[in-house]
């Protein structure tokens, strides 16, 4: 029997207008209301996540930053795993000196700090959550007393060979590609599979019980934990052939149509 249900937000439960479908809606409002807890997990932080939840009508938990902070519905903080300050601002200052065309930006909690709010990078990313950073420097990030995530954006074509470089030099962090154009660094350990494990542990929910949706390689961790992990259609080819399970695109109702089926 289905209990938990997870799912990715971008390019999964968001369709290519970043928006729910009136049918995934319906379908998760359903659940919810048959007593399943359905939980956002993504990459974004929670207040990119919390308006999303509101357009389905629900309240749901939050899992955030790829799993570094988990959130009862109230808001209340279950687990928060950091990295050190000094190593994030050693990243940045790499990322300054060496790659000065790639855009880093630092999340603490509910803030979101961007090394300049006018770059291309940014605007493009503020306009895709709804959300305004605050612009940021190496010295201000010192202060900080926490941090979940770095996020680097730039042209794919570079984000390759920093991702290679970046590993070489920070070996004691998580560090992966999310996009072609995104490069997301935590402290290590920290991913969606394990954040689904602390979840459904605390609420004494046998992974069996459990169903995901995914759509890229860092829900690969999620997608193989629980019971039944389904990969959308508008995921790569790779990552279906390792899951086996494939639903619709976004655009066309993937997780409604699997929930439909089971609930």
Known sequence: MIQLIFSDIDGTLLNSAFLVTERTKKAIKKAVQN????VPISARMPEAIEPIIASIGITS????????????EDGQVMNSLTMQTELAVAICRF??????????NVYSYHDWYAMDRQHEWVIREEKIVG???KESNLSALSHLKEVHKILLMGEPEQ??????????????????QSAPYFI???????????????????LGVPLGNTIAFGD???????????GKGYVMGNGPVAVQKSIGRVTDDHDHDGIAKVLERYL
């Open 61 to 72: 938990p939050i899992i955030s930053y790829n799993g570094a902070l988990i959130q009862h």
């Open 184 to 202: 997301e660094i935590m402290a290590a350990g920290i991913e969606k599979g394990q954040a689904v494990r602390t979840f459904a542990d605390y």
């Open 216 to 226: 890229n390689f860092n829900d690969l961790g999620m997608l193989k934990i629980v």
């Open 159 to 176: 984000m390759v060979s920093l991702e290679k470089e970046l590993k070489k030099a920070f070996p004691e962090l998580s560090i992966a």
């Open 131 to 133: 959300l305004q950073s």
């Open 95 to 104: 990322i300054q000196e060496g790659y000065p065309d790639i855009a880093w």
């Open 35 to 38: 007593g399943k807890v359905f």
